[in-house]
């Protein structure tokens, strides 16, 4: 075991190397929010108004002054407010206006009684229960103040983001420019999609994989397609990546097959460092500086490019592009539900199934069949099992570590 896996390199320090050395893109493009939804803000986003802009009452009821309550009789209605209609007019002394929720307060108005609260007598109103100065009036700028800061930079934009944005009248935001990624898988035994497969071949998943993924993340993807085991073509393909593109991925002959020709000619075109991860799937792994861009070598499995591409590569894409909240959701606890395989010497990323049992504790399965190569068990999971190191096979009712899947794997 020892022999095995001594020179790997666990997965928190190839993250911690990776993000040292690079720095955020430094380009912004100014969009309308209605065409910046999953992009990055590149400044923070200042309100240009008071929200609300305007007291207004938080129910439906009645404005009232203090000194008219004071004599306890019901109090004639002086006239309504309504949203987007403000009471207009006079509000004689010893009077009452009707008012709805998100109603301007007339002026003057020191409480809002809620309809709840009164009993209509003939034209009356008369007040049922104590009123406090204030009550129910939601305060102009009392959710945020004009030049507040609402969204740092950094943030991704999304459902919980653009609406705030436009709720200020906002229609245009600065977003970190789309990162190019230019990805091509490499192999002699690759077929794309919709050709036939000659003998030995096999379909190329890993570029359709990523792609997804960096179509998702909202990256500009400059696809190169299936690039032969030729160190000429391969040549010709890193030089037109680099050219192109902010990151170079590519799947495949990372590993120390006598095709694997990628090593060699990263060593010419740039400085590569391979590394054995200390992880399962997804044991080799490159990633280093071409002359322009960086570059990540996934994998060829497909199963181990999927993970390598969402642990390692998602973070780094996230640090390019200056986003502040992590790539990848915090682990839970959960207990296994069932018996686990796990071998000791690497962190390994089992795909699992986990819900609540009816005593509310999260419960987690395996998949089954872990293999590097079988990607349904990815279709059927919601989450990795995440088993330590160091940990070897894990019995029914052990507590183990959960990583839900994100919206990139379909979580
Ligand atoms: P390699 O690292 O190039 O030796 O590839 C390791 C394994 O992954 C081999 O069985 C390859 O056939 C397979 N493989 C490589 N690239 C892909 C791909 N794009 N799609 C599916 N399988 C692949
Ligand atoms: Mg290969």
């Not at 009993?119 to 049922?128: H, L, M, P």
Request: aromatic share 6%; with cysteine.
């Amino acid at each position: 075991m020892e022999s095995f896996t001594a020179g790997l390199i666990s997965l928190e320090d190839a993250l911690q190397k990776m993000l040292a050395q690079i720095s955020p893109l430094n380009e912004s493009e100014r969009l309308s929010i209605y065409a910046a939804a999953g992009r990055i803000t590149a400044a923070p986003v200042v309100s240009p108004l008071d929200v609300p802009p305007f007291d207004n009452s938080a129910m439906d009821g009645y404005a009232v002054r203090l000194a008219d309550l004071a004599s306890g009789e019901p109090l004639p209605v002086a006239g309504k407010a309504f949203a987007g209609q403000p009471f207009s007019g006079e509000w004689p002394t010893g009077t009452t206006v009707r008012i709805m929720t998100g109603a301007p307060i007339p002026a003057g108005t020191e409480a809002v009684v809620m309809q709840e609260e009164t009993v209509t007598e003939g034209e009356r109103i008369r007040f049922t229960a104590p009123v406090s100065a204030g009550q129910n009036i939601r305060r102009a700028g009392e959710d945020i103040r004009c030049g507040d800061s609402v969204l740092d930079a950094g943030v991704r934009l999304g459902p919980a983001e653009l609406p705030l944005i436009a709720s200020l009248g906002v229609g245009e935001v600065d977003v970190v420019r789309r990162l190019r990624v230019a990805l091509f898988s490499t192999g002699d035994e690759l077929q794309p999609v919709g050709e036939p497969l000659q003998a030995g071949q096999i379909y190329d998943t890993n570029r359709f994989t990523v792609r997804l993924m960096l179509d998702k993340l909202g990256c500009e993807v400059i696809d190169l397609g299936i690039i032969r085991d030729d160190p000429e073509a391969l040549r010709a393909a890193f030089v037109r990546a680099d050219s192109e593109a902010d990151l170079v991925i590519s799947s495949g002959g990372v590993s120390v097959g006598e095709a694997d020709y990628t090593k060699a000619m990263l060593d010419e075109l740039g400085e590569i460092t391979f590394w054995k991860l200390a992880i399962k799937p997804g044991k080799p792994f490159a990633f280093g500086r071409l002359s322009h861009s960086w570059f990540c070598g996934l994998p060829g499995n497909p199963v181990s490019a999927a993970v390598t591409f969402y642990q390692l590569v998602q973070p780094l894409l996230a640090k390019l592009s200056g986003q502040q909240s992590p790539a990848l959701p915090p682990r839970q606890r959960a207990r296994a539900g069932e018996y686990l395989k796990k071998t000791p010497g690497r962190l390994d990323f089992q795909r699992g199934i986990v819900r609540r049992s009816a005593d509310g504790e999260l419960q987690v399965v395996s998949t089954g069949n872990q293999g590097s190569h079988v990607f349904s068990s990815f279709s059927q999971a919601n989450c990795f099992i995440v088993l330590e190191r160091d940990r070897g096979n894990v019995n029914p009712g052990e507590w183990v570590e959960i990583e839900p899947f994100t919206a990139l794997l379909g979580g």
